[in-house]
């Protein structure tokens, strides 16, 4: 009975998983995506970059230079600052001095029925220059001049509400960048992939466009104000369609972010993340939940079988469970590689198992710490 159990898990998990790696994710790593469309005239509609700014003086006197060496033609920047009390405001004066398309509002306090980030965002979207937003954070910097073009083509020239895009994190040494890299491609993966099935259900807000009036009519955040984040995912999460949605896959259009640095900073980063999912739809949290499942019961089978059938002896389907292991981890490589390479324009994907073996106790055990966690907090 125990081994009829073990091939059951097993089989029930290699089916599931191999529609997530061949047909969903693989919709990403191998099918051609439409190209980004070509330079935008002196014409082009105008394009509000909008970045909620916490005690982020060091970050924002990195980026907002940066973000000036855009290439696309009508553009602002505003910036919310939200509660400082480092030197960013003198700083924002500073440099609206030398840059004169930038702008910026200040947020003196937060209303007791709201949370912090919200009310900063929807407060410098309601005061925006222009109605195509593209949001990033202050840690966050553009992967090349082109990106505004990009990241909001779906927008501007595709009538779509939303344009969903990719933000990675620097490559540094250690365990931590290395997982941290995995972590977010598998994330890129799930919604980047399903929004090509015209199922979006997510976004990131470090490289997230939609449009001022949609943002106005739907009531900015209603339903969500007092949830601590969810400003991207869940508002994604309830608004966007097939119809409405536009996927950016270019590394023209990807941002770069600094990654933490501890593990205890970076436990509580996504402890906040995967709290916002507990409120995500039902069906969008099942797709979520079963590629999550049926991991697990791959590797609780696969790894169940290996040792009941090595200490049994039986090496001839010691032999199928290690080969059909051996082809999943193949193909997950693979699958990553090429999906750095056409979202990243990178292709360093190194210690894939690990990670993959890894992720069974981050989903499960952070997952559920998470999901049932009542001490979130932006900052």
């Not at 990009?150 to 969903?164: N, S």
């Not at 002896?313 to 010691?318: D, R």
Request: hydrophobic share 45%.
């Amino acid at each position: 009975m125990g081994l009829f159990l073990l091939w059951f898990l097993f089989g029930i998990g290699i089916l599931i998983q191999a529609v997530y790696l061949l047909l969903i994710f693989g919709r990403t790593a191998w099918s051609k995506t439409p190209s980004s469309s070509s330079s935008a005239s002196e014409s082009a509609e105008g394009v509000t970059v909008l970045i909620s700014a916490h005690n982020e003086y060091h970050n924002l006197k990195k980026l907002i230079p940066k973000l000036f060496e855009q290439e696309y033609p009508k553009y602002d920047v505003m910036i919310v600052n939200d509660r400082s009390t480092d030197r960013t405001k003198r700083l924002l004066e500073e440099m609206m001095a030398e840059y004169p398309r930038l702008r910026s509002v200040t947020v003196k306090y937060t209303p007791n029925h709201v949370t912090s980030k919200k009310y900063a965002l929807t407060l410098g979207i309601k005061v925006a220059k222009y109605d195509v937003i593209l949001l990033t954070d202050a840690d966050c910097m553009p992967s090349t001049p082109q990106w505004i073009e990009k990241m909001t083509a779906p927008v501007r020239d595709e009538g779509k509400t939303f344009a969903l895009g990719f933000s990675g994190y620097e490559s540094k040494k250690g365990m931590l960048n290395a997982w941290i890299q995995f972590e977010t491609l598998l994330t890129g993966l799930l919604y980047l992939s399903f929004g090509l099935w015209k199922a979006p259900f997510m976004g990131v807000g470090r490289n997230l466009c939609y449009r001022k009036s949609f943002f106005m009519d739907v009531k900015a955040f209603k339903g969500i104000w007092h949830l601590e984040g969810g400003d991207d995912d869940l508002f994604v999460n309830a608004y966007a369609t097939g119809k409405n949605t536009g996927l950016v896959i270019d590394p023209e259009a990807s941002t770069l972010s600094l990654p933490k640095e501890t593990w205890k900073e970076y436990l509580i980063q996504k402890k906040r993340h995967l709290h916002a999912g507990k409120y995500l739809r039902g069906e969008d949290k099942r797709k979520i939940g079963l590629y999550s499942f049926s991991h697990a019961l791959f590797w609780i089978g696969g790894l169940g079988l290996l040792i009941y059938l090595g200490v049994f002896k039986q090496w001839e389907q010691f032999l199928v469970v290690f080969s059909i292991i051996t082809m999943r981890v193949i193909l997950v490589w693979s699958i990553f590689r090429s999906a750095s390479k056409r979202i990243q324009g990178k292709v360093k994907v190194s210690q894939t198992l690990i990670h993959d073996l890894f992720y069974l106790a981050y989903f499960w055990v952070l997952g559920t710490v998470s999901y049932q966690a009542k001490d979130i907090k932006w900052k």
